[in-house]
Every structure is written in C-alpha cells, then in structure tokens.
C-alpha cells in the first residue's frame, strides 16, 4: 500500500476524553474516529485492518478446535429474552425497541438466546452433539459509562462461543480446550496474560476464567499469589482464612454506652481491641425484577471489607444500591449502631463465612450510642463469603501471600450447564431414547478490546508499537526525500519485491519532511521500518525495530534479503 493512497488522519490532537494511552493512539494514529463521543466508532483503514488481523488470529486458532462460525442476526426479537428470564434482569444496558408493528426488540448485547434457539432447531439427537458454534460479530450494550476508546464501548465486536453437550463431563472437556486455545489466542498476539478464577454474575451457571491482560489501566483488580499459579479476580478470589493474634476481649454480655464511636476505627480504640472482634453492618438496598427491592444487612469482620459481587450474588439481586439513613430508620433499623441480630422482619441478613461460630464479639446494639459485647455468632444465618481478599492475605492453595494487580479482561469462559437450555427447551434424545437439556458452555472474546489491550501493553509515549500478528502492516518503507531519485527507485524496488514476497508493506511515498513522516511511523508504530535516506549515497539503509527505535544501517543491495530472513 502506498501511504499517499492512504486514508490515515492522522493528528497530533489528544481528544478531551481520552486519558488512556490506547485511546489517545489509536485516534490519534488515525485507527478510529469517534462517532459523537458516546462509545461509537468509525474503523478507518489501518483501525480494519488490525481489526481483521485480530479477528483472523482467533478465527483460525477457534476453527482448528473444532468450532464452526455462524452468524446471527444482531436484531434479537424479546421475546427469546423472555423465555430465559433475562428481559427484566439484563437491566438497563438492553438496548429495546419496537418495530412498525409494535413486535419488541432487543440489539444482541451476548447471544445465549439466540444461539440456543438455532440449536433447538436443528440438533435433536446425541449423535449431533458436542458441538461449538461462534460468531465474530457486533454487540450493542447501553453501558452506562463508555469509556476508554474501544476499552468500553457501547457498540463493540465480540467473538461469542457456545458449546452444546450431551453431559456435564463433555462440556468440562470442552471447556479445558477452550482455555487453551484462548491461551494461543493471546500468545500468538503478543499479550502478557492471566488465567484467573471468575465471579459468574447474572449470566448463571458455575466455573468461570477471564483472561487478564496485565496492564496498569485496567479496570479489574486481580489478586495473584507470589507463590503459586493462584490468579482470581477480586469478585471471586478468596483466601486462606484469618487469624488474629491479638487477644480476644474478655468482656460478658453488656450493653455499653459508646456515644462516640460508629466507625470501626473509634470502636476498635474505644474497646481498646484488634477489629478483627467487632462486627461491622453494612446495609444495601438488593434491587430486583419488576422494581422489587429489600434492605439487606451484611453483617463481617470489622477488620474485613465487603466485596459488593460476592454480596450481591449472595441475595441473587440484580444490583445493589446505597441506602439513605432515612430509610434506614424508616424500616426500623439504627444507622451506625446495627446489629444482625433482632432485625425488623422485612430485613434480611448475610453474614460472613468466616464469623460462623465467632465469640467475643462486639456490635451495635440496635440502640443509638450503644454496642453490646460478648456476642456469638451461631444459628441459622444465611452464611456466605462476602468478604473482599486483601493483598498480604494467605493464599488458600499454598499460603503464600496474595497481591493485587490490574488486569483488562479480554476473554472469559463459562461453564453454563442447563442455565439456558432448559427455559428455552432445547433438548436432545438420548440413547435410550429419552429427552434430556443439552449442557452448555459459553466462551467470549473482546475482540475490538483487545486492539485497546495490546496498545496498553506495547506503547511508549511517541505512540502504539503493534506486536507481530496484530500489525496493521509487517514494514514500513520510507523514502526520506522523495526528490532523490536514487532513493525513490530503490523504495520501489525494495517495496515491489517485498511485496512479491507476501510481506505486506506501507510505501511512504508522500513528499512531506522527513520529520514529520518520522512522527508519523512512530505514532502508527509498524514493527518495523527501513529508512532509505542519505547514506543511500554510501550504499547503505537504516533497518528500525519500532520497540526501543533500534537502528541498524544494513547495505542498500541487501536489504531485501536481510528484511525476508528477519520477518519471514
Ligand atoms: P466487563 O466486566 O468488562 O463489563 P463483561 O463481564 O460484561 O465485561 P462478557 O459479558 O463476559 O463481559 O463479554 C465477553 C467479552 O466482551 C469480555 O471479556 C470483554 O473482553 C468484552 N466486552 C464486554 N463489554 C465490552 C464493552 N463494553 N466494550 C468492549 N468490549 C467489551
Ligand atoms: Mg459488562
């Protein structure tokens, strides 16, 4: 391609919205134009073609799995969603609408639905199955802050996977290959990753991976232990449970006046004791379907905090929002002084794992200015692990000490089972002839995403450095002066017979400075360049590795040689 054919405005305006390296790039770089700044973007040429070269690195690893690529309609009639019990729970990012007939829509945000509707079509027997089947293609969800350039858009492209199985153990088959070809995946792009465990949210079902893509911007907090291979994201890690070194305070039954002690930390000081003993309440408000909603007192360790996944999984909500003081009295309870104890019927209660059977604890009294001492926690509670890992704490797999860091997800697998298969009937014949729910499993990529991850990870501050299988193009040529005859017939030559030799090469033939075409490769950042400028009178080229703007000057008659042997 030659660059003065090329549509790539290129600038060096940094949009008002973009704070991240990736976004900043890829405008700038001329890859996408934003479509009115509200998560929507134009592709321009060099943005297709690294989106091609992506899609075509996880289409050929899915198709040599086995998967088999469908597409479906990205207009999904409602009443699909209604069939699964997704329409009411999905919330606020399912974008509905009406046609002229007044017939409900839904723009496809994932395609469980859709996909289990073309398999209860067409696949009646165990002998059809397993089978995986994906798609490559448009998502639309209303998020409620797009952000980030194509991080979070509102529109975005997914590869979207879902596998159809006649038992539980032929989808976890299945499922351990779609990690590792996901593991291919992102090698072969050039990511530095990490399998970690999954939170799996209102899509249901159990046993979940993302794939991190390491990064300092990303938006998941992951915790990683440094002495094994342990990875989960904060949603869903856990850990060995605590000890606490400090003694127990031996105080009876009582209720004391504490006037001014709310926090943990007043408390802890008033009682002169280690958090660890005090119970902190925090209420929520669960939101769910047909704008029901109930309080819900979480009660843990005052030295733990509340991981608001866990906890919202752990009432099956939708959401979970703040609650006002107001309405906190209105129902009964006391801000600041709650206990999980003698709540108002309508409240409900969630304790922690980790304070089942718990003595000597101390918590509000339900009276204001008072806490009761010498608590134990035991009965029937609604016990689940609610409590949010934090980094120091002991691995649970080897004990070794677990760390945050930040992790951009890019892919995430799931084992479904019958979550969908058995709302929307879609069943097989077994053997014996007996109608049974295909077990699923459901596998996505990011795959406009990931254009923003690999930037994350390989950029400096001159602009984006692609990685070999996600380049927009395999080398740069650049003629310096485009007056120089000798230099224009050797960019020619080199560029046709580089061609020829499948290597797919940008031609910067444009008459501009030689400065700002410099700017310009750095900014588009192709791996790698060869610079034909006034050595050229000394029969020599300059060869650049765009990582660390290496140079190497290489004779100008070698040169087409030398660049097959270092790409090819
Ligand atoms: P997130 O937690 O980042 O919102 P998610 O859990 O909603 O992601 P999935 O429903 O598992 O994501 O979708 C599959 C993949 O699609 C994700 O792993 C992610 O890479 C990508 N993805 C999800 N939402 C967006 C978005 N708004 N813009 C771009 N890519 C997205
Ligand atoms: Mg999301």
């Given at each position: 391609m030659r660059f003065s054919r090329l549509l790539v405005p290129t600038t060096k305006e940094t949009p008002n919205d973009a704070t991240l390296a990736s976004h900043i790039f890829l405008i700038r770089g001329g890859f996408i134009q934003s479509v009115g700044g509200s998560g929507l973007y134009n592709f321009l040429p060099l943005g297709k073609k690294v989106l091609d070269r992506v899609r075509g690195v996880v289409k050929e690893e899915l198709d040599n799995a086995g998967c088999q690529e469908v597409s479906l309609s990205f207009v999904t009639p409602a009443s699909l969603w209604e069939e699964s019990g997704r329409y009411e729970k999905y919330g606020k990012e399912l974008l509905r609408f009406k046609d002229r007939k007044d017939n409900e829509f839904v723009l496809g945000p994932t395609h469980e639905e859709m996909m289990v509707n073309l398999v209860r079509q067409s696949v009646k027997s165990y002998k059809q199955l397993p089978l995986n089947l994906y798609q490559i293609n448009l998502k639309f969800r209303d998020e409620i802050r797009p952000r980030f350039g194509l991080m979070r858009g509102r529109e975005f492209l997914m590869k979207d996977g879902y596998s159809f199985h006649t038992d539980e153990a032929d989808m976890k088959r299945e499922f351990?290959?779609?990690?590792?070809?996901?593991?291919?995946?992102?090698?072969?792009?050039?990511?530095?990753?990490?399998?970690?465990?999954?939170?799996?949210?209102?899509?249901?079902?159990?046993?979940?991976?993302?794939?991190?893509?390491?990064?300092?911007?990303?938006?998941?907090?992951?915790?990683?232990?440094?002495?094994?291979?342990?990875?989960?994201?904060?949603?869903?890690?856990?850990?060995?449970?605590?000890?606490?070194?400090?003694?127990?305070?031996?105080?009876?039954?009582?209720?004391?006046?504490?006037?001014?002690?709310?926090?943990?930390?007043?408390?802890?000081?008033?009682?002169?004791?280690?958090?660890?003993?005090?119970?902190?309440?925090?209420?929520?408000?669960?939101?769910?379907?047909?704008?029901?909603?109930?309080?819900?007192?979480?009660?843990?360790?005052?030295?733990?905090?509340?991981?608001?996944?866990?906890?919202?999984?752990?009432?099956?909500?939708?959401?979970?929002?703040?609650?006002?003081?107001?309405?906190?009295?209105?129902?009964?309870?006391?801000?600041?002084?709650?206990?999980?104890?003698?709540?108002?019927?309508?409240?409900?209660?969630?304790?922690?794992?980790?304070?089942?059977?718990?003595?000597?604890?101390?918590?509000?009294?339900?009276?204001?200015?008072?806490?009761?001492?010498?608590?134990?926690?035991?009965?029937?509670?609604?016990?689940?692990?609610?409590?949010?890992?934090?980094?120091?704490?002991?691995?649970?797999?080897?004990?070794?000490?677990?760390?945050?860091?930040?992790?951009?997800?890019?892919?995430?697998?799931?084992?479904?089972?019958?979550?969908?298969?058995?709302?929307?009937?879609?069943?097989?014949?077994?053997?014996?002839?007996?109608?049974?729910?295909?077990?699923?499993?459901?596998?996505g990529i990011g795959v406009s995403r990931l254009l923003a991850a690999i930037i994350e990870q390989h950029h400096d501050e001159k602009g984006c450095i692609w990685t070999k299988e996600s380049a927009p193009f395999d080398l740069y040529i650049m003629v310096s002066n485009i007056k120089d005859e000798a230099q224009l017939a050797l960019g020619e030559e080199v560029y046709e017979a580089l061609q020829s030799a499948g290597i797919d090469v940008l031609f910067d033939d444009r008459k501009d400075r030689f400065g700002a075409k410099m700017k310009d490769y750095e900014l588009i950042g192709i791996p790698h360049a060869v610079i034909i400028g006034k050595k050229l009178s000394d029969g020599l080229v300059e060869f650049v590795t765009r990582e660390g703007m290496v140079k190497e000057e290489v004779p100008s008659e070698e040169i087409v040689s030398f660049i097959r042997e270092r790409l090819c």
């Open positions: 351990n290959l779609m990690e590792e070809t996901y593991k291919k995946i992102f090698t072969r792009l050039g990511l530095e990753f990490r399998v970690v465990e999954a939170d799996s949210g209102a899509i249901g079902g159990s046993g979940s991976k993302e794939f991190m893509v390491l990064a300092d911007s990303g938006e998941d907090t992951i915790v990683v232990c440094d002495g094994c291979d342990y990875g989960a994201n904060i949603e869903a890690a856990v850990r060995q449970e605590k000890q606490c070194d400090a003694p127990a305070p031996q105080l009876g039954s009582e209720k004391v006046h504490t006037p001014d002690a709310s926090t943990m930390e007043e408390l802890a000081s008033f009682f002169n004791v280690d958090p660890f003993y005090l119970v902190k309440t925090v209420a929520m408000r669960a939101l769910y379907d047909e704008g029901k909603s109930q309080i819900v007192l979480f009660a843990l360790r005052g030295s733990d905090e509340l991981q608001e996944v866990k906890a919202c999984n752990a009432v099956d909500a939708n959401e979970l929002v703040e609650v006002s003081e107001e309405e906190l009295e209105a129902a009964g309870l006391v801000p600041g002084f709650m206990a999980p104890f003698d709540t108002p019927k309508e409240v409900r209660v969630v304790v922690d794992t980790t304070l089942k059977g718990a003595t000597h604890l101390i918590c509000g009294a339900n009276e204001k200015g008072y806490h009761t001492t010498g608590n134990t926690i035991e009965g029937d509670f609604a016990y689940h692990d609610i409590v949010a890992v934090q980094e120091g704490d002991a691995c649970a797999k080897c004990g070794g000490t677990l760390r945050y860091t930040k992790g951009i997800e890019a892919g995430h697998i799931f084992q479904l089972g019958t979550r969908y298969s058995e709302p929307l009937g879609c069943t097989f014949l077994d053997e014996n002839g007996k109608a049974k729910p295909m077990v699923m499993g459901t596998y």
